[in-house]
């Protein structure tokens, strides 16, 4: 509906898939091995939940979203990480926390927009 949900306390109870995300990532210009562009983070809410479960899918996504962003591209396969394909958790794991450790103290392939 293009609406904002309100803002209400998240549902506490188990996750449902109340909303979804994407993260386009641009491609890499392979003359100068730098991204072409913007990241662009899309989160969209599915119809049928109450605006307390939407709120925590929108947070559990978001934070899965901007994992992308960080750099990390790929996702988890396991179901307790921020980074798992459907987020079931409210915050990075220390798998997704030492994951990201490895990622910024590894030497660079890609480089940022100019």
Not at 16 to 44: E, I, M, W
Not at 81 to 95: F, G, K, L, R
């Amino acid at each position: 509906s293009g609406s904002v949900p309100p803002d209400v306390p998240p549902d506490t109870a188990p996750p449902v898939p109340a909303c979804q995300g994407l993260t386009k990532v641009p491609a890499v210009d392979s003359t100068t091995n730098r991204f072409g562009g913007p990241f662009h983070v899309y989160l969209s809410v599915l119809g049928g939940y109450t605006p307390a479960q939407v709120q925590a899918c929108m947070r559990r996504t978001a934070i899965h979203e901007v994992g992308h962003v960080l750099g990390l591209f790929l996702e988890s396969p396991a179901p307790l990480d921020i980074m798992y394909v459907t987020p079931a958790v409210a915050a990075p794991s220390e798998q997704d926390r030492r994951t990201v450790e490895v990622l910024y103290h590894t030497r660079a392939t890609v480089l940022p927009p100019p």
